[in-house]
Nanobody, 115 residues
């Protein structure tokens, strides 16, 4: 059974940092591009970063997060990470991870950026 378990969210002040984790199970993460999404109530889920299978391949990130967010993976731990710095109120959302071509979602983790 494919599962994604996101964690690490919370309430942080503008300019603060958080690191999100997503533990995967039920498939071999090594062979799939991994992705981070976020969703604000009333809006569609938004792709914010891709993590390719190999460092030799190009990753992609949302323009508004470039220079602030870094996505990474640890295949040995079946885990992907999203390191977020200089957080802004507009980053407030529920964050999800996913694997390409696997149509399963976890519960997400809430990130709230507010003073």
């Amino acid at each position: 059974q494919v599962q994604f378990v996101e964690s690490g969210g919370g309430l942080v002040q503008p300019g603060g940092s958080l690191t999100l984790s997503c533990v995967t199970s039920g498939f071999t993460m090594n062979y799939r591009q991994m992705n981070w999404y976020r969703q604000v109530p009333g809006k569609e889920r938004e792709l914010i970063a891709t993590i390719p299978i190999s460092r030799a391949l190009k990753s992609w990130s949302l323009d508004s997060t470039k220079g602030r967010f870094t996505a990474s993976r640890d295949n040995a731990k079946s885990t992907v990470y999203l390191h977020m710095n200089n957080l802004k109120p507009e980053d407030t959302a529920v964050y999800f991870c996913s694997a390409s071509d696997i149509h399963v979602w976890g519960q997400g983790t809430q990130v709230t950026v507010s003073s």
